[in-house]
Nanobody, 126 residues
Framework: QVRLVESGGGLVQAGNSLRLSCAAS????????LGWFRQAPGKEREFVAA????????VVADSVKGRFTINRDNAKNMVHLQMNNLKPEDTGVYYC???????????????????WGQGTQVTVSS
C-alpha cells in the first residue's frame, strides 16, 4: 500500500501557475506508477498525467499537454505537477494516485490505480 498526501492547491487567476506536490510513503519501487487525476463538480474523474517512479516514462493528457508537466523527486519521495497558463476549465479537485506497475497503456485509467490521496482543490478564476 502507498500512502499519498497532496498539497499546493489554491485559488489563482487564469494565466498563472501552480505546482502541486504529492508525498508518497510505503511501497515505493521502480515499477510503481504515480498519476494525477482531477474532478470538476458534476463531472467524471479525468486523467491528467502519470509517470513511472523509476523514470523513463511519462504520459500527459492531450487537454493539458504543453501546459502541465509531471516530474519526480526520488530523494524526497515526491511527485510534482507543474501547471502553467491555467484556465478556468482546469478547476477541480486534483488527486494523486498510485498503481503498482506502471503501464503506459493503462496509466490513464482511474480504475487501474489502487491508492489515492485525499485531493487538493484548484480554482482558476477568469
Amino acid at each position: 500500500q502507498v500512502r499519498l498526501v497532496e498539497s499546493g492547491g489554491g485559488l489563482v487567476q487564469a494565466g498563472n501557475s501552480l505546482r502541486l506536490s504529492c508525498a508518497a510513503s510505503g511501497r515505493t519501487f521502480s515499477r510503481l506508477g504515480l498519476g494525477w487525476f482531477r474532478q470538476a463538480p458534476g463531472k467524471e474523474r479525468e486523467f491528467v498525467a502519470a509517470l513511472r517512479w523509476g523514470g523513463e516514462s511519462t504520459v500527459v493528457a492531450d487537454s493539458v499537454k504543453g501546459r502541465f508537466t509531471i516530474n519526480r523527486d526520488n530523494a524526497k519521495n515526491m511527485v510534482h505537477l507543474q501547471m502553467n497558463n491555467l484556465k478556468p476549465e482546469d478547476t477541480g479537485v486534483y488527486y494523486c494516485a498510485a498503481i503498482l506497475v506502471f503501464d503506459i497503456r493503462t496509466a490513464s485509467r482511474a480504475n487501474a490505480y489502487g491508492d489515492w490521496g485525499q485531493g487538493t482543490q484548484v480554482t482558476v478564476s477568469s
